[in-house]
């Protein structure tokens, strides 16, 4: 499966016989993920839970923090555990190479979600078009400028930027941010940080550019956790009216 229908191409899937639909009695599912933060993903886990729950199966979630050996260590017990379905997603899905094969190896369905491609076998992926939603972030941030600042000369409103490179797709979403804010005259990127992805790092990249840069207006980051976090220490350095 491919959560972009602009490319439906993208997405890796092998022959569907012996897929187990939904509504086979007791289908068991469990969605490792190197985190649990984001808003996104929890509402995701919710729906894919309310859908299987219905057709008689059952979603189990569960987390690393960002730390890779346990989350291998969670597939590796999936596995013994014997579920149908392992969805695995993270900044680091290549790394999940030998795991992942193991699971395959014993007949358990991997789904790869937040990848179109993991260079690797595995039963399908999951995902939008980085450069889209990278896109419609700058867009979203341009209509921002337009209401606040709409007669700002050129190079007056500063921003800071959050990038990950982690993947293919990652990176094709900083693309997407980057042609579009930055095509914009009005707008400087005057700090740059990479792999800002939690709420405390959030909270620290805020920090940060704020002290190199005091007059930095737009931030563009890269996950709700990090949103959060930058929210967080500008209400808490400026309080609510902070722009």
């Known amino acids: 499966v491919n959560g972009n229908a ?39 886990g919710d729906s894919v839970e309310k859908l299987w729950h219905e057709n008689g199966g059952t979603l189990e979630r569960v987390g690393s923090d960002g730390d890779l050996a346990t989350q291998i260590s969670q597939i590796e017990n999936a596995i013994v555990m014997g579920y149908d379905q392992i969805i695995v997603g993270g900044p680091d899905n290549q790394s999940l190479e030998n795991v992942v094969g193991e699971a395959m190896d014993a007949g358990i369905q991997v789904i790869v979600f937040g990848q179109s491609e993991v260079g690797y076998p595995v039963s399908g992926t999951c995902n939008t078009s980085g450069l889209n939603v990278g896109t419609a972030q700058g867009n979203m941030a341009l209509a921002w400028v337009d209401s606040r600042y709409p007669d700002a000369p050129a190079g007056s409103v500063k921003a800071a930027l959050t990038t990950y490179d982690g993947n293919s797709e990652s990176k094709n979403r900083t693309q997407g941010m980057e042609n579009t804010v930055f095509a914009d005259e009005r707008v400087e990127n005057v700090y740059t940080q990479d792999t800002v992805m939690t709420v405390d790092a959030g909270y620290t990249f805020a920090s940060e550019a704020l002290t190199y840069d005091p007059d930095i207006r737009l931030f563009m980051c890269f996950t709700n956790g990090c949103a959060i976090g930058i929210s967080n220490y500008v ?9």
């Open 235 to 243: 209400i808490s350095e400026y309080g609510d009216a902070g722009e």
């Open 6 to 44: 602009d490319t439906p191409d993208d997405s890796q899937q092998q022959d569907d016989s012996g897929v187990v639909e939904p509504s086979d009695e007791g289908y068991s599912i469990i969605w490792c993920s190197a985190t649990w933060d984001e808003e996104f993903l929890v509402q995701m």
